[in-house]
Each structure stands twice: as structure tokens, then as C-alpha cells.
């Protein structure tokens, strides 16, 4: 091979490359202007959808039944003043001008095998329980995971319903059902397992939750359905005043 064969080659493949990878794309896309996005006008791009671990727990809620006492639908304002619940149909905080509140649209359930509006409401709506359980878990001192935990395991305990002014609420009228078979009674074992939700010193034993336990956890904490939706999928009333407790 000669020097003048060998630098043709050289200019050939490194020129042809630069051409295709650099200066076609440059020249055709060089000046496309950066699209703009806007909450508003891309919000069906940003449609939240169950998956995974969130979708097991999705599963382990219909298997529970969990359907018969809770909805998750926000009913459509012709129907109710449900928009203005108390921390019902998202977040509505004067101070920072946050308001998120909507009423469900079905694509909340995308993903899910079930639309879980529920049957009936004797518990609570839980389509954005994953705030409320924030505020629950800050006022009894525990973290949100723990306090969902402790309410499955034993939804009649007060000390999970601390009250504004730091009183215990009575609960003990709950019918929310108990969930001993999601949590196991172990020996204590040094210094124990940090998930436990409960640890009895005398008898040396610690109620441990199942990764069943978890997984419905994960998914109750998830429950955050206020997410900005394209305008013409958002029914709700597009003046809201603030939040009662109708
Ligand atoms: C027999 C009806 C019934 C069933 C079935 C039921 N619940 Fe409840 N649930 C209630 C009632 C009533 C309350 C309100 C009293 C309380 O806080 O315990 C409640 C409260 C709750 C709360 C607290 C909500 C809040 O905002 O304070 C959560 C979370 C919850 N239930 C989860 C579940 C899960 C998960 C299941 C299924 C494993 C379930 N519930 C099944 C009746 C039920």
C-alpha cells in the first residue's frame, strides 16, 4: 500500500463518517427550534400509569376486598361537591397558590387491571390517600410507610390519629379490616429488624411485615391522582373557591 493510497482511505473513512454523522444532521436539524413545553399542552405526555411493584400491590388490594369499603373516584362535580372535600380531590393550599384538585378521569387506572372505583364508601375515598398519609404519619411521629403498616396490621389503634391538638382520636369504632396474615410474629433477635411495627421486650418477639404487607403499602402511598390533565379531559369547575368540609 502506498502513503497516498493509505491517506485516501484515511480521509475516506473518517470523512465519511464526519459527513454523515456531523454534517448532514447539522444541516438538516441545525436550525429546528427546541419545542417548548408547557404543563398545560403536554400534560397527556406525563399520564401517570401503574407498573411493576405498584401494580402487585394494585393486585394484592382487589385480592383483599379492599374495593367494598374504599372508592377511589372523585365523582364528576354534577354529582356532588366532592372536588371541595377536605384533602379529598388533591391538594388545595391558598399560601402557594397550589391547587390540584380534579375529579377522576379514567385514565387513572392506566395500567391496572381493575378501575378500582370500589362498591361502596364506608372508608375513606383513598384517590390521593398518599398526601393524607403524609399529614397522618408527621402529626403521630412516624414515617408514612410505618404508619400504613401499623394501620393494616391494627387499624384500630389511636395513637396512629393524633388529632390538631395533639390529642389521640378515638378509632376504636373502626370496621377496617385487620391484616394479621400479612405480618409475622418473630423471636427478637439482637437488635431486631428495623421493619418491625411492633416488638414486644418481655415476650422477645417482633411483628414483622410480609413483603405483602409492603408491596400494598408501596401502592396505598402511591395513590396520588391529581396530576394536571389536558383541558379537554378536565371536567371539573374551572373556578374553584377554597377547601370546605362538606
Ligand atoms: C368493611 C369495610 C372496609 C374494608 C373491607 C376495608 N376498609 Fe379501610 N377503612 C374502613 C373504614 C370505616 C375506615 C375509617 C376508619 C379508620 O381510619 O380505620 C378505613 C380507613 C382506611 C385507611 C385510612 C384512610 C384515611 O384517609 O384515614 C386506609 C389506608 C385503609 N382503610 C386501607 C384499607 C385497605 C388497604 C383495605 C384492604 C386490605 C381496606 N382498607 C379494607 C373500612 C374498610
Known amino acids: 500500500m502506498t502513503f497516498k493510497s493509505f491517506l485516501i482511505g484515511m480521509l475516506a473513512s473518517f470523512g465519511s463518517a464526519w459527513l454523515f454523522v456531523i454534517a448532514i444532521p447539522?444541516?438538516?436539524?441545525?436550525?429546528?427550534e427546541p419545542l417548548k413545553m408547557s404543563a398545560e399542552a403536554d400534560a397527556e405526555y406525563y399520564q401517570r400509569k401503574t407498573s411493576g411493584r405498584l401494580l402487585n400491590g394494585s393486585e394484592i388490594y382487589s385480592a383483599n376486598a379492599c374495593y367494598a369499603c374504599h372508592t377511589q373516584l372523585i365523582r364528576p362535580t354534577t354529582l356532588g361537591r366532592e372536588i371541595w372535600r377536605v384533602d379529598s380531590a388533591g391538594i388545595c393550599d391558598p399560601a402557594v397558590r397550589l391547587d390540584t384538585?380534579?375529579?377522576t378521569s379514567p385514565y387513572d387506572f392506566q395500567g391496572e387491571a381493575y378501575a378500582q372505583i370500589g362498591i361502596n364508601r364506608m372508608g375513606q375515598d383513598l384517590s390521593n390517600f398518599g398526601y393524607r398519609a403524609e399529614v397522618y404519619a408527621e402529626a403521630a411521629g412516624m414515617t408514612p410507610e410505618?404508619?400504613?403498616l401499623s394501620h393494616l396490621y391494627q387499624p384500630r389503634n389511636s395513637a396512629l390519629h393524633i388529632g390538631d391538638g395533639g390529642q389521640k382520636i378515638n378509632v376504636s369504632w373502626s370496621n377496617c379490616p385487620s391484616q394479621p396474615q400479612m405480618f409475622d410474629k418473630?423471636?427478637?433477635n439482637g437488635q431486631g429488624s428495623k421493619l418491625a411495627i411492633a416488638t414486644d421486650l418481655e415476650d422477645e418477639t417482633q411483628i414483622i411485615?410480609?413483603?405483602q404487607a409492603i408491596v400494598l403499602t408501596n401502592y396505598l402511598l402511591s395513590l396520588k391522582r391529581d396530576d394536571a390533565l389536558p383541558e379537554k379531559l378536565d371536567h371539573s369547575p374551572?373556578?374553584?373557591e377554597g377547601a370546605d368540609s362538606n
Open 186 to 188: 418473630t423471636p427478637l
Open 26 to 32: 447539522t444541516a438538516k436539524m441545525g436550525s429546528l
Open 146 to 148: 410505618m404508619w400504613v
Open 101 to 103: 384538585r380534579r375529579e
Open 238 to 240: 374551572k373556578q374553584l
Open 209 to 211: 411485615p410480609s413483603e
